[in-house]
C-alpha cells in the first residue's frame, strides 16, 4: 500500500503565522492547525499545497523550505509542513471556522491539533528569525 502524504503550509506574514480553526471532523473541531490537505496521486507536494491553500483560503502561494520532521498520522499516512509566502489574495476561511495570525509567544497557548503541536518549537523559530 502507498502512503499517502498530508501537506500543510506555514503561511508567515512579518512576525505572525496564519492557522486555521478546524470546523470537522467533530473529534478535531475548534482545534487550530496548519491549513493543508492530501497529495491526490502524481502530484507533487508543492503543487498539492498550492491546490489545496487555493481552494481552503482563497489564496495564491509559492512554496517554500520543509520546515520541522515528518508527523506520522497513522501506518500508512503522513503530515509534512512547508513554508509557503502569499503571492495573491487575501486568505478567507473557506473550509474552515476561522482564520487568526499569532505571534510566536502566543503559540504554545493554541489549542491545537496534536499532530500539528510537534511544530510548535520550528514554528516559534520561524516566526523569530523571518527570512526576507
Known sequence: M??????AGALISGAALLVAQRDRPAALAGLWELPGGKVAAGESDAAALVREL??????????????GA????????????YR???????????????LRWVRADELDGLAWVPADRAWVADLASALRSPRP
Not at 502507498?2 to 501537506?7: G, L, T
Request: hydrophobic share 45%; glycine share 6%; no cysteine.
Open 70 to 81: 515528518d508527523v506520522a498520522l497513522s501506518d500508512a499516512m503522513t503530515l509534512r509542513a
Open 2 to 7: 502507498d502512503e499517502q502524504i498530508v501537506v
Open 84 to 98: 509557503v509566502s502569499l503571492t495573491a489574495g487575501s486568505p478567507q476561511p473557506h473550509d474552515h471556522r476561522a
Open 54 to 67: 487555493r481552494e481552503e483560503l482563497g489564496v495564491e502561494v509559492t512554496v517554500g523550505a520543509r520546515l
